[in-house]
């Protein structure tokens, strides 16, 4: 199994949304006794975060082999579906991380306003350090609200020729070109005047 090392080779860094992201995956792989090798395993994200980066890691649901599905909805919430039965998991992250001193909320406005000042970042730092401690650390049931569930399953990710568009040139997925005055365009070229 990856690690949380692995984890952050691959982001760049370690944050509290990535420490998050290990959590839920460590919780997935336990439960479904398994990460994926192909597309046996669904992930539905509700957000764009860290958390998703450590989810195609250590899952093996990415963008790539069409089993990791981002809906932009910005909750902290994943599930997990079974190939083909349907058996899902749904994990919202609940977990409230520990109050903030005055100062720590006042370097936090600083650094948001674009102060990187050395005392400033040392604050933010340690902060981060502490919730990221507190995620590694923390129960389950602390952590998140897990519903199992049955869940209608997408279609398997298509295989589609690609094609070249007219205007640029450029290859483009078959399902994705669109018909702009006559001629086969991908969508930049389309929505172009």
Request: aromatic content about 8%.
């Amino acid at each position: 199994m990856k690690t949380l090392k692995d984890v952050v080779e691959f982001h760049g860094h370690i944050c509290p949304g990535l420490a998050l992201g290990y959590r839920v995956s460590k919780f997935i792989i336990k439960e479904f006794d398994k990460k994926a090798l192909d597309e046996e395993i669904v992930a539905i994200v509700e957000n764009n975060s860290c958390a998703v980066d450590a989810i195609q890691v250590m899952t093996g649901c990415t963008f790539g082999k069409g089993n990791l599905i981002f809906k932009d909805y910005g909750k902290q919430v994943y599930t997990f579906v079974k190939r083909p039965y349907g058996e899902g998991i749904r994990i919202s992250v609940y977990w409230k991380s520990p109050d903030e001193t005055e100062k720590e909320k006042q370097m936090w406005e600083r650094y948001k306003s674009g102060d990187r000042s050395k005392e400033v970042v040392q604050v933010i730092h340690k902060r981060k350090s502490k919730k990221i401690e507190a995620i590694l650390k923390a129960k389950d049931k602390k952590l998140f609200r897990i519903i199992k569930e049955k869940v209608n399953l997408p279609a398997e990710a298509g295989i589609y020729p690609s094609i070249l568009c007219e205007l640029c040139g450029e290859k483009v997925m078959e399902p994705r070109a669109r018909v702009k005055n006559g001629q086969i365009v991908c969508i930049p070229c389309q929505e172009s005047i």
